[in-house]
Nanobody
Framework: QVQLVESGGGLVQAGGSLRLSCAAS????????MGWFRQAPGKERESVAA????????YYSDSVKGRFTISRDNAKNTLYLQMNSLKPEDTAVYYC??????????????????WGKGTLVTVSS
């Protein structure tokens, strides 16, 4: 069994910052690409960012590019998402995910095998 547990969500004012963490347990995730998805009420789940297993390649959705930074520490089996310049439209439940490659961690993530439970990020105006 593998588990992904997110933390770091909360309430923040527009323009503020949050750092999300995702801790993996049960198995090491050094061989997996990892990423973040989010889902707002009434909207489809969407990819936010992804990172290759080696950490040398990253992907960001157009809506967060330049504001968010994804990183990982394979020795600690932990994934991070640094979110700066937050906007009200960033409000959503954010999910940590792991898969076979960064391409799998785009779009809606329907083929992604491993998911966390999610952490709520609320950005007030």
């Amino acid at each position: 069994q593998v588990q992904l547990v997110e933390s770091g969500g909360g309430l923040v004012q527009a323009g503020g910052s949050l750092r999300l963490s995702c801790a993996a347990s049960g198995r090491t995730f050094s061989s997996y690409a990892m990423g973040w998805f989010r889902q707002a009420p009434g909207k489809e789940r969407e990819s936010v960012a992804a990172i290759r297993w080696s950490g040398d390649s990253t992907y960001y959705s157009d809506s967060v590019k330049g504001r968010f930074t994804i990183s990982r520490d394979n020795a600690k089996n932990t994934l991070y998402l640094q979110m700066n310049s937050l906007k009200p439209e960033d409000t959503a439940v954010y999910y940590c995910a792991a898969g076979s490659g960064v391409l799998q961690l785009r779009g809606t993530g329907r083929s992604v095998p491993y998911w966390g439970k999610g952490t709520l990020v609320t950005v007030s105006s």
